[in-house]
């Protein structure tokens, strides 16, 4: 069964610094790939997503995602964090079938001014 | 334009009653998807409607969960008999189900936190 992987369950960065949170994928083919963020009482919004071609894909807020076939991963980075980042960001794969998303367990990213 | 509306926001109930959830997801938008949050965990999908096909069901976790869809408008989310284990943030989604290999981009609502007493 495919499965997402998000192995920091906390990160603390300060403004300005770079950021990378790491996602890996179970799955036999090549995904869609997904980043979602989560802001508090809010509901997920969409970052980015990976479907084919270029694999290095750019999305909202400045964030961008780098598909790695050999590695199976779809790691998020932003050059420089900005405190209104500081929210919960998930990792998703959609495998096929029933259109459903298997998310990761997230990354709660905490900035310092 | 509106986007995908849930409620209540909040819900506390007693072990053992029932409740309903309800979604309004983003007009046009023919599919329509339940998941549940539980804390410090990722969402756990529930089930997924798609215009007049059967849901899929696969994600409910026990026959106490069912879920209803009325055409491509509102659906709700039943949870008969609570336990404590079903206290959790239940969120819909939907998506216009464009793509033919899937993978539409799906759009959240902010979810009904349910705390079970």
């Known amino acids: 069964a495919q499965s997402v992987t998000q192995p920091d369950i906390h990160i603390t960065v300060s403004e300005g610094a770079s950021l990378e949170l790491r996602c890996n994928y179970s799955?036999?083919?090549?995904?869609?790939l997904f980043w979602y963020v989560q802001s508090p009482g809010q509901g997920l919004q969409l970052l980015l997503k990976?479907?084919?071609?270029?694999?290095l894909v750019q999305g909202i807020k400045g964030f961008e995602a780098e598909f790695k076939r050999s590695q199976s991963s779809f790691n998020l980075r932003k050059p420089s964090v900005h405190w209104s980042d500081a929210a919960e960001y998930f990792c998703a794969v959609f495998t096929g079938g029933g259109n459903k998303l298997t998310f990761g367990t997230g990354t709660q990213l905490k900035v310092e001014l | 334009g509106a986007g995908v509306s849930q409620s209540p926001s909040n819900k506390v109930t007693e072990k053992g009653k029932d409740v309903e959830l309800r979604c309004d997801p983003i007009s046009g938008h023919t599919a329509l998807y339940w998941y549940r949050q539980r804390l410090g965990q990722g969402l756990e999908f529930l089930i997924y409607?798609?215009?007049?096909?059967?849901?899929?069901k696969s994600g409910l976790p026990s026959d106490r969960f069912s879920a209803e869809r009325t055409g491509e408008s509102v659906s709700t989310l039943t949870i008969q008999r609570t336990q404590q284990e079903d206290s959790a943030v239940y969120l819909c989604?939907?998506?216009?189900?464009?793509?033919?290999?899937?993978?539409?981009?799906?759009?959240f609502g902010p979810g009904t936190r349910l705390t079970v007493l």
């Open positions: 409607f798609q215009g007049n096909s059967a849901p899929d």
């Open positions: 989604a939907s998506s216009l189900a464009s793509r033919a290999g899937g993978g539409d981009t799906q759009y």
């Open positions: 990976y479907f084919s071609g270029d694999t």
């Open positions: 799955y036999g083919a090549t995904p869609y």
